[in-house]
């Protein structure tokens, strides 16, 4: 697919933060969700109790799951709100940082469980963000 | 604590670079003081000559602090600011890569010392974002 | 050079997606040419085919080029858009994550290849970021 642009309008803006216990992923959707935020931009500054992520695998074009059980701090973060089935769907990237300053990373996957985060999400308006089967690369992309 | 979000109006946006020598955090704290930012996002593209930064003990509820003297590349930066004992307070995670790109991180503290940074500063208006110490980490969130 | 911070107007916002086999630091300044913005912040989800980055040697002033020919995840990313020569200039720094989860990062360079790159821009109205050279670090800063 070629490269394509939408210009979007500034939405909303909403800044919280989670429960501790709670799935990192699963409640950024869950806030989405009930606001009817459906594109947006998130960030997050906070730490973790253990960490799940994936490595896309480009050639098998499949996932490979990581997990740390650690604490970690989240040193990086860049995430995206859009529509997946109808629904709002966070695809976030992350960075963690263990006890050491040591660092891994990857796609941000369920299962991560919050210690402590605190999210801002700024909402586009007037775009339509789809997530479809892209052909070329295997992936669900806007 | 339970999850909380507040929605927040889109407020001034700031963009600047930070003097040679300053120092990251106490740097940008002080300009927010000085334009009375109290709640907003901050990013960083930058490189430092020393970075300090920390990994909170969980089950210990204390901060272990790290420092690397070498120059980094900031990798990977997210931050926001908010309101801490009445004064603005940047809470900041980084990511520092060396000569190699070997990378580390965590959560940045004073002393780490600018050799160039780019700041992007968006304000969050209508909100009032005050750190209060949290029973459940031992943590001083909003 | 001291610290200087200029009060942007929030201008337009725009999400896209670049295509597979794109160069990333080159198609988004395409776009950023194409469509006369001058200075915004940028943010990526999404991995590569080959990883560029750099290393600034502060004391020698110049920069260590690294690559990485294995296919990454981009695991943290912060950029902005200023002017350089008169055109669009991307300053990313980006933290890139491998099979493993290994995470290497530094000063973005042509030459990084997409393989899926879900962008967001957010302009900056009504502030001039020109890239001039800067003596006390040997850089090209704004």
Known sequence: MSTRFWEATAGRAFAGRL?????????IERYCAEQG???AQVTVVGAVRRACYAYYEQHDRRYRELESREHHEIAGFVGNVSLRDD?????????????????VGGHLLRGTEVFAAEVMIRELGGVSLVRLHDEETGLTLW
């Open 37 to 39: 935020i459906t594109a």
């Open 87 to 103: 629904r709002p769907f966070l695809h976030a990237h992350a960075t963690f940082a263990d006890a050491a300053g040591a660092t």
């Open 19 to 27: 429960a501790t216990g709670s799935d990192l992923v699963e409640e």
